[in-house]
């Protein structure tokens, strides 16, 4: 279900919020297409990930402009960014099934990114989960009351 709100703030926070979730999501996508060359080559499940988390993040990049906010494209949103980030966390530390080149690894670059964007990712679909109003629970705006004239003492 859409955010129905008549709250004009509700409305630009939701606007907002689609739109850093969306340059998000294409960001992690982007990041991991760069990556992506030699994973098939050195470790070919991995890139098998890759390119499922390419696709899920434009899916959901593209459900959160087109089809607007919804508590399920966010708590996706939410779960894609952390499964993402908890698979480097992990490739970094304990390493990752026939991948354990990269256990230390933390300088670099398109890693140190894609925490970066993971996190802030996760952090906004913790924030949408818990302000946006959502279907029919949205906090909607007060009905107008009409505005009355007084007269002026003379």
């Known amino acids: 279900m859409h955010t129905q709100t008549s709250n004009p703030h509700d409305l630009v ?10 340059v998000g999501l294409l960001g992690i996508a982007l990041i991991h297409l760069l990556d992506i060359v030699g994973k098939f080559a050195e470790t070919p499940y991995l890139g098998w990930m890759y390119v499922g988390a390419i696709v899920a993040s434009i899916g959901l ?8 906010s919804s508590r399920a494209v966010w ?10 980030l908890t698979g480097f966390v992990l490739s970094r530390t304990t390493g ?25 990712v ?6 949408a989960l818990a302000v946006l109003p959502f279907g029919r629970h949205a906090r909607t705006a007060p009905p107008a009351r009409p505005v009355r004239a007084e007269r002026l003492p003379a």
Do not use: C, K, Q
């Open 13 to 22: 926070r939701n606007v907002v919020a689609r739109v850093l979730g969306a």
């Open 61 to 68: 990049a593209a459900w959160l402009v087109v089809r607007g």
């Open 75 to 84: 708590a996706a949103t939410g779960a894609l960014a952390l499964s993402i």
């Open 96 to 120: 990752l099934p026939n991948a354990t080149d990269d256990i230390g690894n933390w300088s670099e670059g398109l890693g140190l990114a894609s925490m970066f964007v993971e996190g802030a």
């Open 122 to 127: 996760v952090a906004l679909s913790a924030w």
